[in-house]
T-cell receptor, first 114, second 114 residues
Framework: KAGVTQTPRYLIKTRGQQVTLSCSPI?????VSWYQQTPGQGLQFLFEYFSETQRNKGNFPGRFSGRQFSNSRSEMNVSTLELGDSALYLC?????????????FGPGTRLTVL | DQQVKQNSPSLSVQEGRISILNCDYT??????FLWYKKYPAEGPTFLISISSIKDKNEDGRFTVFLNKSAKHLSLHIVPSQPGDSAVYFCAAIKMNSGYSTLTFGKGTMLLVSP
């Protein structure tokens, strides 16, 4: 079974630009969560999607948004990029709550904002 | 307010010895606790989990202990191997929230020297 894939793996943008990151979950997984990892902050939860609906949202500004498609693939978008948005963005998939709480992570997208 | 805390940013252990990674939490409503291992430039990999109704779970060289009264859990790795060198994240989940959201600690970097 293929794992979680994320594209692109690396991205360089400048302040003010916007970016879209993509995540393909493990086949059969309906829950997709996004996390931001920065040095010293660990993994901070951005949002979770389940069956195309946002089920939960972390404490991030509205510049961070996401969506999930009918095939469970998910995208996250960051608008008006700031230097502090430079981070590793991780996507994780799971069967979803009652069916299975273990989350399986992709390799991440390393975003650098100049 | 950090609900899951890993107070040791790093730990050094010699090969063959025991590694003990600690994690404290504040929310007594967590139902499951998970440990993830992360190598640089890769996503976290699930290691082992424990239900809040248990006090121990073992899988090969990895054992997780839960002390619910102290709101403390620990991951024991015996014997430690150089390949275990990575960042270890403790995470927790509330099942009755209806979400698949994991709350992570900031991680502990384990270095196992030959």
């Amino acid at each position: 079974k293929a794992g979680v894939t994320q594209t692109p793996r690396y991205l360089i943008k400048t302040r003010g630009q916007q970016v879209t990151l993509s995540c393909s979950p493990i086949s059969g997984h309906r829950s997709v969560s996004w996390y931001q990892q920065t040095p010293g902050q660990g993994l901070q939860f951005l949002f979770e999607y389940f069956s195309e609906t946002q089920r939960n949202k972390g404490n991030f500004p509205g510049r961070f948004s996401g969506r999930q498609f009918s095939n469970s693939r998910s995208e996250m978008n960051v608008s008006t990029l700031e230097l502090g948005d430079s981070a590793l963005y991780l996507c994780a998939s799971s069967l979803g709550w009652r069916e299975g709480y273990e989350q399986f992570f992709g390799p991440g997208t390393r975003l650098t904002v100049l | 307010d950090q609900q899951v805390k890993q107070n040791s940013p790093s730990l050094s252990v010699q090969e063959g010895r025991i590694s003990i990674l600690n994690c404290d939490y504040t929310n007594s409503m967590f139902d499951y606790f998970l440990w993830y291992k992360k190598y640089p430039a890769e996503g976290p990999t699930f290691l082992i989990s424990i239900s809040s109704i248990k006090d121990k779970n073992e899988d090969g060289r990895f054992t997780v202990f839960l002390n619910k009264s102290a709101k403390h859990l620990s991951l024991h790795i015996v014997p430690s191997q150089p390949g275990d060198s990575a960042v270890y994240f403790c995470a927790a989940i509330k099942m009755n929230s209806g979400y698949s959201t994991l709350t992570f600690g900031k991680g502990t970097m384990l270095l196992v020297s030959p």
